[in-house]
Every structure is written in C-alpha cells, then in structure tokens.
C-alpha cells in the first residue's frame, strides 16, 4: 500500500472524488475464456511462520474454488513450518509442493522462480501470516482476472488480523484434523500484555487506514482509472505469465533488485505496459501487522519501493504532461478515436493499447495517480517543517485542524454503519498518521542519497 495521502488534503483525494462523480466506463466485458477452467496454482512464500501457516492453510481448505496445489516455498525456516504444513495438508487432502531452500534468497526472487517453473494460468500469492476471511476470495479474484485480457492482477480488500479472527480459523475443522496428531501446533496468541498492546495499536492505525485508503481512495481510482496503483501483494491472483514475462523484461538489466517491496514493483511495471491491478470491494482478507515498534520499518518498504518504481518507470510518472503536450498540440482527437476503434474490436472496460513504447510516447492514465503520490510524498512533509522551521504557526495550525476534520470526515462517509466509530479513530491516530507523515519524508532524503550520493540500487525484498 504504497500510494496513500497520509496528509488527505492531496491530489489524490481530489481525483478519488471526481472519479465517484465521473462514475465507471459503462463498456460491458466479454471474456473470451471461462475463468472456471483456469489452472490455479497457490503459491505461500514463509520463513519461520510455524505459528502462522496453517491459519493461512486452514482458509485455503474453505475456498469454494480450490486450487489445482499449494506451492509452499521454505526460505530457509528454523522451525516446524514445512512440517505442519505438510501435516496439515496430508490430513485435509489438499496438495502439497513444499519446496525447502537452505538459506534465504528473498520473496522477488521466490515469485520469479514460480512464474517461470509451472504452468499455472494465475498464480495466487498468499502471505503464510494472512487468512483468506472471504470463502470465494480466490474465486472472485480469478474470476476478475478473465474478464479483460488487460488486468494483470486482482486483490480483495486486506485487513488487519485480530486475535477473534486466529481463533476462529483456528476452530475450523481442517484444523481440528490437524490438531489430533499434533497438538503442538495450537493457534495461540502472545502472552506478553505489552506485546498485545503493541499489535493492539498498530491494528488500530491501520484499520482505520486500511479503510480510508481501500474504501475511498482505491474505490475512487477504480471508478475513475479502472485501477489502482498496484496489488496489495499478501493476498493477490496475478496472470503467471504476464508476471513471467515482467521478470524476463527486467532480470537481465536488474537482476533480483527490483525495490523493496515486490508487489510495488510488479503493480507499477504492469502500468507501464498498459495492463491494470484490480481491487474488488466484496472479499475481504486480513493479515497479521508488525508490532508498533517495527512499524516503521514496513513503512519504509512501501515508501521506499515506490519512490524506486517511479524512478525506474519515469515514462510513466511524467504521463500527465504528455497529455498536456498532446492537448496543445491538438493530437487528443486522433488518439481518443483510436481508443474507440480499440473498443469497438476488444469490448473491455477502460481499454488501453499494450506496450512501453505507447507509455514513453502517449503516457497512460494512471501516470497521474503516480505523479500525484510523488508530489504528496516529497511536498507535503516539507510544507510542514518549513511552516515550523519559519514560526508560522497559526499558518500550520489551521491547516492541520482542516485536514484532522477533512480526514475524519471523508473516513467517516467511507464507513456507513460505523461513522462515529472511524471518526473518533481517526481523531485517535492522528498522532501516528503525522509521524508517518515526516517519516515518509526521511524515507524521501534516504532514497535520494541512495540514488546521488551513495550511488546504490541494491533494493531487494
């Protein structure tokens, strides 16, 4: 979850809402293939999740489309990962590849290998600290995939794991199967009441996070772009080869270090070639958050991963001023009758033609979404501590209570049901929310030193 306006009065926010005026493209789908042939491959990358696995086990056992087998790729575990989950899937006949490295190497180069070995039609990646909630999760997400040649990737709405959540997948009855020859492997939650308060405040910050980020702004950029930025990668259905094909493009001029956060990349990389990431509003997944202490760590993955991808696809960023260009030289007709053409041939919702070179040479949509989350990143940190560094303190005031009600506000209408709730939430995190803000900001000079002052690329998840 790279792109989000952590300061909300942003560029961002103001596209969001113009994309729920606007209203979706009415061009009706007509998939050319039935998704319910597809070949589905799960594929769990985990390093030390024997607390975690079978969790994430246990909610691919309830999937009302199961998948041809779960690939579970060991990145070196010292405990009893491969072995519960191998357990687990012997007593609840589901199949199982485990595959044990004896050192780690990483996740992007885990998915790169998976993409190329087998020969799956979608490749689901599950995180092995994440539980699909929804029973048709991996349904929907497939089924959204073969709906247009042009979608890449398909995710559900992520959300924090809560401890009600562990035990209630804990209580299914694969996992009871599991549990009679090794009880051993009991779900059971931290002990440590400091440890609970810590995750307890990460959920918080990022549940209402989560809500305000998916609920309005990804809805918005569906509804405006037909896509967001990229997948959110703990619980996401990606076409193999077009991740294969990603992979071939881009390993032979960078290797394995494609950004810190893989899921970034592969999500903006699809962009560029003209392809779209889909995020569905009627399945939900939820995913285990770092303890407080280590948030900031995460923040720097995601933050980081996105300033390196629009680095590395800066024909895409600077979209919107080819746009600009094409308007004032009068060539915007041309290109929107082409676009109708392409339609009239390929009846797919916000259809785009393929290719880099139509990204360098036209720009895409999409590209404003980047820019804007350029700008949010590098500007809105620095208005701040300008304003302070100067004494403009009224200034910054005023500006801070605007955006703390605009924020509430917007969260709370993106809630129905529970608009006093998300309100008073996102008055409660607004302390953190700021010091994710200049964090952001940090995380800004790190990867400008990265790139003119130490000269290093070496991103690698």
Known sequence: MAVYPLFVISPNTIVSLVGYVRGPDKTIPVPSEDYRQAKVDVVIPCLNEERNITLALASVARQTMQPRRIILVDDGSLDRTVEFAQEFCHVNGLELLAIRRAKPIGKTPTLKRQAREFDSDVEFILDADTVLESDNYIERTVEELYKAVGIASACGIIMPQRARDR???????????????????KVYEDKSGLRRFLRGVTNLYRETLYVYLQRFIYRGQMTFFGSISGPIGCAVAYRRQYVENLFDKYEPIMGDDLTNSEDVFLGLASLNEGHRNIQLQDVVARTEEPEFQRLHKQLYLWSSAFLQS??????????????????????????????????RHVAEPYRQAFGEEVTKSRGRPMGWVLLMGVVEKLFFPAAILIMMLL???????VTIVAEILLASTLLAISSPGQRVEYFLKCLLITPIRYASLLWDF????????DLWVFGTRKWRK
Do not use: C, I
Request: positive net charge; proline residues 3%; hydrophobic residues 40%.
């Open 391 to 397: 004494g403009w303190w009224e200034a910054l005031v």
């Open 310 to 343: 629009a680095f590395y696809f800066d024909s895409l960023m600077w979209s919107p001023f080819k746009s600009l260009r094409r308007l004032v030289n009068g060539d915007w007709r041309r290109n929107r009758v082409r676009s109708y053409d392409e339609r």
């Open 442 to 449: 940090v995380t800004s000079m790190r990867f400008a030193a």
């Open 167 to 185: 035990d209630r997948f804990g209580k299914t009855t694969a996992m009871q199967r599991f549990l009679v020859n090794h009880p051993e492997g």
